[in-house]
């Protein structure tokens, strides 16, 4: 049997990290539990009422973020407030679809516009990989906002 994830990113500020992921994978924010969302409402501005009125101290509602695949298919990413910096290469990282199936200098083409678009959202362009056929496709290393590493496939 097979298990549903979460992926979760140690963050100094998860509300603006969740936003910079769910602008870059088109996710969405899930809105409280037992609130029902009209269809223009804005889920953090939500989350601002829901947590004052069980009691959540001001200082406390920008601890924890999430975004979920408003498709149900991609795994749910949940970003937890830590105090410590990140000090080295990630471990594990995601690795951003947004050319499958294409190759070579339109793969690239296609990488580099997504690229753009992500560091105008506030990712940081770390390096460029080349193809290297007939086992490497080409790839962009980048960073989000909070430094932890993803790459652009």
């Known amino acids: 049997m097979s298990r549903h994830i979460q992926v979760t990113f140690d963050a100094h500020d ?28 804005d889920p953090l501005a939500a989350w601002d009422d829901f947590l004052a009125r069980i009691g959540v101290a001001e200082e406390q509602r920008n601890t924890r973020s999430a975004i979920e695949d408003p498709d149900g298919r991609g795994p749910r990413l949940f970003f937890q407030q830590v105090p410590e910096d990140k000090v080295a290469k990630n471990r594990v ?30 990712a940081t362009r770390v390096r460029r990989y080349e193809p ?4 490497g496709a080409g790839f962009i290393v980048m960073a989000d906002p909070e430094g932890n590493e993803f790459c652009l496939d």
């Open 14 to 41: 998860p509300r603006a990290l969740s936003h910079f992921w769910r602008e870059a994978l088109g996710y969405v924010h899930p809105g409280p539990p037992g609130v029902d969302l009209p269809e223009d409402a």
């Open 93 to 122: 990282h995601l690795d951003v679809r947004v050319a499958p199936g294409l190759r070579g200098e339109e793969r690239m083409a296609a990488l580099e516009v997504e690229c753009d678009r992500l560091a105008a959202l506030g």
């Open 132 to 135: 290297d056929p007939p086992m």
